[in-house]
């Protein structure tokens, strides 16, 4: 079991940024579109839709938004088909990277992945280049202000997460699982009181790459951040770690 933060700096930047930008509305909208879409918009029969819901609430994502986004997906009200899309790639000092989208247009979308990674020192691979680097895993978040590092070890250890770390947000804490457990973890800590607000799948870098130096890191995260920018982005994922140190250069 064990706990850690080493993402946090990065993670309260962009959390701050895209809520600036009203991106993180976009996101759960596309999520809570999804979510409706593969499982219904009954949230006492969709888990992964009320879990974005919850997340969207905390997020203050006013409610006709959320509305609309479920209405999408069940198809009670019409739009663009919205397809989840992954994409693989190499950044600089051979860094790997996955970036999962949702997208109206795959061909635009592959286009403008594949120009950002080309403009970023890196360039975007084929399906499997990069992916049998990572463990899929699960991840369900959940916010409580009060919670601190001693009681999330062990209500990680109660609900059969194998780690926790501190969330994108404060007061939010992240309990990582095998990606067959996802739900019995999320049951889990909703009966234990806790507002789940989010649960998904992410990718985990078995040897993750140090880096070192600060032009490196500027390099490495420069592409970061324009990919996790990227309008259609969900998630990103990396093998790169930056020590504290690099990071407060940055």
């Not at 916010?143 to 062990?154: I, T, V």
């Amino acid at each position: 079991m064990s706990g850690h933060n080493k993402w946090s700096k990065i993670k309260f930047t962009k959390a701050a940024a895209d809520a600036k930008k009203g991106k993180i509305f976009a996101r759960f909208s596309h999520e809570i579109t999804l979510a409706a879409k593969s499982g219904g918009g009954d949230v006492d029969t969709n888990p992964r839709l009320r879990a974005a819901i919850e997340g969207a609430k905390a997020a203050s994502m006013p409610k006709d938004n959320i509305d609309r986004a479920v209405k999408k997906g069940t198809g009670e009200l019409q739009g663009e088909t919205i397809q989840e899309v992954t994409y693989e790639g190499y950044g600089p000092a051979g860094t790997a990277f996955i970036v999962e989208v949702a997208t109206d247009n795959t061909n635009r979308c592959s286009s403008e992945i594949r120009t950002i990674f080309s403009k970023n020192g890196g360039n975007m691979g084929t399906p499997g280049s990069v992916a049998y680097q990572f463990d899929r895993k699960g991840q369900v978040t959940i916010n409580d202000p009060a919670l601190d590092e001693d009681s999330a070890m062990e209500l990680a250890m109660d609900c059969g997460a194998d780690e926790f770390e501190e969330g994108e947000n404060e007061g939010e804490w992240a309990f990582i699982c095998g990606p067959t457990d996802l739900q019995v973890v999320s049951d889990a800590l909703s009966a234990a009181g806790k507002s789940v607000t989010g649960m998904k799948l992410i990718s985990v870098a078995q040897n993750p790459t140090d880096i070192t130096d600060v032009a490196t890191a500027q390099k490495v995260m420069r592409l970061f951040e324009r990919l996790d920018d990227y309008d259609d982005t969900m998630n990103v994922f990396s093998n790169f770690e930056i020590d504290d140190s690099i990071l407060e250069q940055l």
